[in-house]
């Protein structure tokens, strides 16, 4: 059961580290690819990652970035997947302010700021997956179905044990998908400052 684990959890990194490079890829040029040019290009990038062919490794090349990374949470692994293998529109702001001040809170006192220790409610919280199930009917209401959708996974996949991990916190929250969301509400708010600097400055008399 173990091995199983750790050979699905290498393929799944291996797709994501292939996801990543054609979204790389995607943000550099002018015209977006078309979608099987995507597919093909992730099941072609897949297998370097995961079987180690000409490279002089003692395990794949995934598993080091394993090493690095850690198991992805199942809602950072799902986002990445849908925003470049399905057409989708973006991330909703309201998420990604959410999850910024759900990992302000969060972060510091899991790691031992203060008295209390939200990630041990992960260990089968009914509180915890009631809140994560009322913030997925909310994304719902807000018109975000996609996000429903992979909390739900997310759940799911916590409940069969997708991963090594049985906290339900490692399914839903990781430190890459805080900080994703993090940069890009400060990007957010710099750009708004931005356009509005420029704004005045188009049309300021004289």
Request: one cysteine or more; glycine letters at 6%; a positive charge.
């Amino acid at each position: 059961m173990m091995q199983w684990m750790q050979t699905f959890a290498l393929v799944e990194l291996s797709i994501t580290c292939a996801v990543v490079i054609v979204w790389l890829v995607q943000t550099m040029m002018s015209k977006p690819l078309a979608m099987p040019i995507k597919w093909f290009s992730v099941l072609l990038l897949t297998n370097p990652f995961f079987w180690p062919i000409g490279l002089s490794l003692e395990l794949p090349l995934v598993a080091y970035v394993r090493g690095v990374t850690g198991d992805l949470s199942v809602v950072l692994t799902l986002l990445l997947w849908s925003s470049v293998l399905l057409p989708s529109r973006p991330v909703p702001l309201a998420f990604r302010i959410a999850l910024s001040i759900i990992a302000i809170l969060f972060y510091p006192l899991a790691l031992g700021l203060g008295m209390l220790d939200p990630y041990v409610w992960g260990y089968g919280s009914l509180g915890l997956l009631i809140a994560i199930t009322t913030f997925a009917l909310v994304c719902g209401l807000l018109g975000w179905t996609k996000g429903v959708w992979i909390i739900a996974i997310a759940i799911v996949a916590w409940a069969g044990h997708w991963h090594e991990s049985t906290n339900l916190w490692d399914y839903v929250l990781d430190p890459l998908l805080c900080l994703w969301a993090l940069i890009s509400c400060i990007h957010v708010v710099y750009r708004k400052r931005r356009d509005k600097a420029r704004s005045g400055y188009l049309f300021r008399p004289g």
